[in-house]
């Protein structure tokens, strides 16, 4: 048992599945609050000064006042990946776009390169520096793509490392199938042929060993079309999975479309979609999982989240944690872009990061709120309220993490 008692301000969003449209926007926000914690769950939360009925001598936080929510959820990363691409920068300075380092070789087949030829171990070990790195940053709960592989083995090899690291480390571990990144070397200039290599060998093998429970296709311009994209979501939709959609990240297409057609659960980025696609979203209820960091590190545009918000679009912010387009795992920086660039409300973006990004990978039921009956997943900040962490930029503003009720940061 734990008691969190004297928190300044608990905020989150209240309820299981997405919120959308106004209710984006509903926190509640309850003063001089505190929760108290049984066997990793919430079992009550009181304010106004009243401490929930406990035994005496139970373990005891105090919050100091601060702000406290419910532990972040970063709803897409690419986590498990060898080597860095650092070179790449002085090409995009140079003009490089990133389809164009992409379609020269480099970029995702660069790194495919050198995933293929780490151990797992050696990934495994990466990966775990970086799962404690966002613990410390306040998030608790992880999806993670594959996607670097683009051969059975290695794709095999990161969704095995995944799994392992969900066992081992403290942070929570989605786990989605992405062999439709980008077309292997091998079947250079045969794009078709490499989407029936991933839908007949596999997604069945990945399926069989239970080693995921999503699957993703990059849908762009020069990668995968929407036809090849709709084949690999229809044959991941036939094995159970949950669909999601690296769409519309650099030219619209027509990804946010699919997206609605298929009844992806998250379709992701969005930074080129009109309203035509954001209209398809809105229809499905698919949640737009935007990443602002991404915008940022290709210099480009800013997704529409306030009109997707506007049109009833559940929106999530992601970090996009990955070696080419975003080389940073801070979800705290999306939070300041996503008020800065996006100019969503505080409140909004709070949403956004939990609840949202939770449904977005399947575990709403468990994590993303603070509510009785929850996972105690439960991060103090070192801020009054969340405005605070809209604002300050740069500083990691965590003051200390829960992670199933035990502390861990
Ligand atoms: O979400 N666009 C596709 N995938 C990643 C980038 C991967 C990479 O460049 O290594 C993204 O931006
Ligand atoms: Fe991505």
Redesign the pocket.
């Known amino acids: 048992m734990l008691l969190i008692k004297n928190i300044g301000l608990l905020q989150t969003s209240v309820g299981t599945g997405c919120a959308r449209g106004i209710a984006q926007r509903e926190n509640l926000k309850l003063r001089n609050a505190a929760i108290l914690i049984e066997r990793g769950k919430i079992s009550e939360i009181t304010s106004d000064g009243v401490l929930p009925a406990c035994p005496r001598g139970i373990a005891e936080l105090d919050a100091k006042g601060l702000l406290v929510t419910p532990g972040l959820v970063d709803s897409h990363t690419?986590l498990v990946f060898g080597g860095w691409r650092q070179h790449e920068v002085q090409l995009k300075l140079k003009g490089a776009s990133y389809l164009e380092i992409l379609r020269a070789g480099g970029?995702?087949l660069d790194?495919v390169r050198k995933t293929r030829a780490a151990t797992e171990e050696e990934l495994y070990n990466k990966s775990l520096r970086f799962l404690d790195e966002m613990l410390a940053l306040g998030v608790t709960s992880v999806e993670a793509k594959s996607g670097y592989g683009l051969d059975l083995e290695t794709e095999l090899k990161q969704l095995r490392v995944l799994k392992a690291l969900n066992q081992d480390h403290k942070v929570d571990i989605v786990s989605t199938f992405m062999g439709a990144?980008a077309v292997a070397d091998e079947y250079a200039g045969n794009g078709n042929a490499y989407i029936d290599f991933v839908c007949e060998t596999v997604l069945p093998a990945v399926c069989e060993q239970g080693l995921a429970s999503c699957c993703d296709v990059?849908c762009?311009d020069s990668v995968f079309n929407v036809e090849q994209s709709r084949k690999v979501l229809n044959c991941a939709k036939e094995h159970g999975l949950k669909l999601k959609i690296?769409a519309d990240?650099i030219h619209a297409i027509g990804g946010a479309e699919l997206a609605g057609e298929v009844g992806a659960i998250s379709a992701e980025?969005l930074i080129a979609t009109e309203e035509a696609g954001m209209a398809a979203l809105a229809k499905a209820g698919t949640v737009a999982v935007l990443?602002p960091q991404?915008s940022f590190y290709l210099a480009k545009q800013y997704a529409k989240a306030k009109r997707m918000i506007e049109l009833g679009i559940p929106v999530a912010l992601a970090s996009?944690f990955?070696?080419?387009?975003?080389p940073s795992l801070n979800l705290q920086f999306a939070v300041n872009l996503g008020y800065l660039g996006y100019g969503l409300q505080p409140e909004e973006i709070l949403t956004a990061v939990t609840r949202n990004a939770a449904y977005a990978i399947g575990l709403d039921k468990s994590v993303g709120t603070l509510e009785k009956g929850k996972q105690a997943d439960i991060v103090i900040w070192d801020a009054p309220d969340f405005e605070m962490l809209c604002y300050r930029f740069g500083s990691n503003q965590v003051h200390s993490v829960i992670k199933k009720g035990e502390i861990v940061v």
Do not use: K, Q, V
């Not at 990955?322 to 975003?326: K, L, T």
């Open positions: 690419h970029g995702i790194t990144h990059f762009e690296h990240e980025h990443l991404t996009d990955n070696p080419g387009s975003c």
